[in-house]
């Protein structure tokens, strides 16, 4: 059977494209060293494929049609658009796709009972997918399958279906009649604001960051999920906060245990998650 | 109030280079051009409308108008950047604007932005 070796939750800051160059500033340095502690985890772990879980940025997805839960059964993807090439600097990336999990995780002819997916098989990944992709396997070739989770466009799923796609992802990997190492690789926030009041002004609710650590730490599951039930709770810790459910999503195909490496460093930017789980 | 008209102008011009090339050229008269295309009765579904309040906030590149019309925050602050970038000078560059967008939206608190 397949098995589940590896979840992983970085950050995806697209500013950290242009700003974390060589020499790297000293306060993205640790930035830096966690992203390569996730890169060597991958190489060591020898993954085969990557379930990728980020929330489209209103780029793919739009108001005239937002699914909850969209997973890509695409041969192949392109990365990033033009207005992020323009913005960040970023490059486009050609990624493979893995479709006989991608039918596993979401059926083929009948959805499962856990989560009703909607499927794409033409889907241009923005940088919620493709930066933390390029700072983990910048090599871009173990092939993915990239589920975006709407924690951009409300009304965003509730945490208990967050939890729900967790629990699916270990399930289906499981029961996955392959000799295949995977790995789930999660981007997302701590809290985080872009286009309101707290706008690109370090953490905009550090209360909440530590809380975040330490239901990650803990392994704390019904921590995550009576705070993050608050909706209004999250929507005060900045505008794009909610798009930290992704995380509480590997923590839920973790068991709920304790992350192997838990490091939310600060520096410029609003404080950047890296949750480690892994089999050795 | 049609925030989803807004979002999906905001779409219009930030998705490509020349798009917001075009706008930065001339809003008001890219605003007129974006209103009158459009889907038509028997084509796909691309509907086009702007209130009076929106279509000067566009013309004008008002992010503080456009933030309290509820204009979905990430949207905005990239739409935000991406037509004013090309004025930036060795005095006002992306903090100053940062800041000047900070000034404009914070006051206004949190602002309900669903469609």
Known sequence: ?280 | MSRYMVDKFIRAVELGDATVAEYVADPPAFVERWLAGGGTPAGPTDDRVLTEAERAAFAARDFGALYSLGAHPYLLWHFTEAVYEHEYTEGFGWRELVERYRAAVAPQGLVDYIP
């Not at chain 1, 985890?41 to 993954?47: D, F, L, Q, R, T």
């Open chain 1, 1 to 280: 059977m397949a098995e589940l070796v590896l979840a992983a939750v970085t950050p995806h800051n697209p500013l950290l494209w242009r700003a974390m160059t060589d020499p790297v500033p000293d306060d993205l340095q640790p930035i830096a060293a966690n992203f390569a502690r996730i890169r060597e985890a991958v190489v060591s772990h020898e993954i085969d494929v990557l379930v990728v879980i980020g929330t489209d940025h209103l780029r793919q997805f739009f108001y005239d049609n937002s699914p909850a839960f969209a997973i890509g059964k695409a041969d192949a993807y392109h990365g990033t658009w033009e207005n992020e090439v323009r913005t960040f600097g970023m490059e486009y990336a050609e990624l493979t796709g893995h479709r006989e999990l991608a039918d596993r995780i979401a059926g083929r002819s009948v959805q499962p009972d856990a989560i009703d997916f909607s499927v794409s098989l033409e889907w241009r990944l923005d940088h919620a997918f493709v930066i933390p992709l390029q700072y983990v396997r910048p090599e871009l070739d173990i092939p993915v399958v990239p589920i975006h989770a709407n924690a951009s466009m409300p009304p965003v799923p509730s945490v208990r279906r967050f939890v729900a796609l967790g629990e699916h992802l270990r399930r289906a990997i499981d029961e996955w009649d392959s000799d295949a190492r995977v790995g789930i690789l999660t981007s997302g926030h701590m809290a985080n604001d872009v286009g309101g009041p707290r706008t690109f002004a370090g953490s905009p609710d550090p209360a909440f960051d530590a809380l975040a650590a330490g239901w990650m730490r803990d392994g704390d599951l019904d921590g995550a999920i009576r705070v993050c039930s608050e909706v209004d709770r999250l929507t005060e810790a900045g505008s794009m906060t909610s798009q930290f459910l992704n995380a509480v999503a590997a923590l839920a195909a973790m068991g709920g245990r304790a992350a192997d490496v838990v490091d939310v460093p600060e520096s410029r930017f609003s404080t950047s998650p890296f949750f480690l789980w892994s089999t050795h």
